[in-house]
């Protein structure tokens, strides 16, 4: 079916998606801080007036790309125009006001800061390397001085614990500003950088342990883990997804629309045709897919021939059917799956090509991020609103 032949959405359906583009700096969407403005549509174009509160604000970009990519998602829109503007002072004056109270009185949906960039990590089936790439751009992100948060969604096949080298168990403590104990996350120092994780495995007895949940019991656990888990400061929360598109991922679509999904898939043009099935989950939920990677991509021997065990083109063809880039093709090395058994990942030990492209596809993300800190030139900001967003949003997590 076209996009054309599709109805198109409500202004009141665009609102609701444009709820999802938050400004980092401000804490909040930017259909109630009055920076979305008349909406108009025709012909599979989407028309929306931006007003900033400076013309030259430098989250102007990340902006107009999280509008594109919440907007593109639905199956009518064929492509999204930006009308910018800029608020009168007045305008400014009622922007800074509604922050502060934010601040002060609205408590956020989940305990994961508004500043943090929530990727899951997904696949549409099992057995792609889902985990040994959520474990390896962690470590990364880390080692590039990042606070990185790991959620092992997996609940059924929680392994992150093992392939972080972070076998202890769960401990919950009062918190400041909450009136339960909350649940603090195992940390682990890399260089510069800090991973808290969590995971159903640090709450059984052993790695053995089955747990027999189903539908409601597993969308309840990791409801528990967005809310009750005294994440703190967090730079990016990378989420270890079940394969497949089930009740773990809906949940998570509900609880934390913000959410963009990174898709692996293997070579084979068969997994391909799986994976696509993940990226239709996104765009039905109406959650941004941020990139494909393709692991297990090819075997090098050591006389530097190189095999293509799992055949060829699958993560490049699952990446021009959703529309997003390839950002990576890990090879097959024998290290990445001792470095997960090892609690070691691949990327802190070696300077091999499957760790360089780990690296490479961690620092592209990085790139992709806005830096909130680096947003001195805003000069219509007001600083004290943003120290008060940032403690706030500190307190509630």
């Not at 747990?211 to 409601?216: D, K, N, T």
């Not at 009750?228 to 394969?243: E, F, Q, R, S």
């Not at 959410?259 to 109406?286: E, W, Y």
Request: proline share 5%.
């Amino acid at each position: 079916m076209s996009k054309r032949a599709v109805a198109a959405p409500s202004i009141e359906e665009v609102q609701n998606l444009l709820r999802a583009v938050i400004d980092p700096e401000l804490g909040d969407n930017i259909v109630d801080l009055g920076m979305a403005g008349a909406i108009t549509m025709a012909d599979g174009v989407v028309t929306i007036g931006v007003k900033l509160t400076i013309r030259g604000c430098p989250l102007r970009a990340q902006i107009q790309k999280d509008i594109r990519s919440r907007l593109e998602v639905h199956p009518w829109v064929t492509k999204v125009k930006i009308d910018w503007g800029e608020m009168t002072p007045e305008e400014r004056t009622d922007v800074m006001s509604r922050a502060r109270w934010n601040a002060r009185e609205n408590a956020t949906d989940t305990a994961v800061p508004l500043s943090a960039r929530v990727l899951a990590i997904a696949s549409g089936k099992g057995g792609v390397g889902k985990s040994s790439v959520t474990v390896n751009l962690a470590a990364a992100l880390a080692a590039a001085g990042k606070t990185v948060g790991v959620l092992d969604a997996d609940i059924w096949g929680f392994s992150i614990p093992r392939m972080l080298g972070m076998p202890d168990r769960l401990e919950a403590a009062a918190v400041p500003g909450h009136d339960k104990p909350m649940i603090i996350p195992n940390e682990r120092v890399i260089g510069n950088g800090l991973l808290k994780v969590v995971s159903t495995g640090m709450l059984v007895e052993d790695e053995g342990t089955a747990l027999m949940w189903r539908g409601l019991m597993l969308t309840k656990a990791v409801e528990q883990f967005l809310n009750d888990v005294n994440w703190g400061h967090l730079d990016y929360l990378l989420i270890d997804m079940p394969p497949g598109t089930g009740d773990v991922q809906m949940g998570l679509a509900r609880m934390l629309p913000r959410t963009d999904l990174l898709i692996v898939t293997t070579p084979a043009v068969s997994a391909q045709k799986v994976a696509i099935r993940a990226a239709d989950m996104a765009r039905r939920s109406f959650l941004r897919v941020a990139g494909v990677i393709e692991n297990m991509s090819e075997f090098t021997c050591d006389h530097g021939k190189s095999y293509a065990l799992f055949g060829t083109g699958g993560g490049q063809a699952l990446a021009d059917e959703v529309g997003v880039e390839l950002l990576g093709q890990i090879p097959i090395e024998p290290a990445v799956a001792a470095g997960g058994d090892n609690g070691e990942p691949l990327v802190l030990t070696s300077s091999s090509e499957a760790a360089r492209v780990f690296s490479a596809i961690a620092a592209r993300i990085i790139a992709d991020t806005p830096e909130v800190e680096d947003m001195a030139g805003c000069s219509a900001r007001d600083e004290d609103v943003v120290v008060t967003v940032r403690r706030s949003q500190n307190l509630q997590a």
